[in-house]
Nanobody, 117 residues
């Protein structure tokens, strides 16, 4: 049974930090590209950060570059998103995704991040 479970969301003040974690099971984690997406109310889903399966290269949305860091642990089958200098615009539901080329992606249930004073 494929499963992706996000955790670590919550309420944080502007300028604060939060670390999200995604635990994966039911598939060969090391062979999948892992991504974090987010979706705010009334807006489309957007890619926040990605780390590839083979070389571990990363890429980020322009809006989070320099503030967010994505990392993966192929032993623990987890992918994390360290979020620093959070802004109200970062408020969204954050989703973990696993993807192989030409295959349907797997998705977690999401974890809510709210940045507000």
């Amino acid at each position: 049974q494929v499963q992706l479970v996000e955790s670590g969301g919550g309420l944080v003040q502007p300028g604060g930090s939060l670390r999200l974690s995604c635990s994966a099971s039911g598939f060969t984690f090391s062979m999948y590209d892992m991504s974090w997406y987010r979706q705010a109310p009334g807006k489309q889903r957007e890619l926040v950060a990605k780390v590839t399966s083979l070389d571990g290269s990363t890429n980020y949305a322009d809006s989070v570059k320099g503030r967010f860091t994505v990392s993966r642990d192929n032993v623990k089958s987890t992918v994390d998103l360290q979020m620093n200098s959070l802004e109200p615009e970062d408020t969204a539901m954050y989703y973990c995704s696993a993807k192989q080329t030409f295959k349907r992606a797997y998705w977690g249930q999401g974890t809510q991040v709210t940045v507000s004073s």
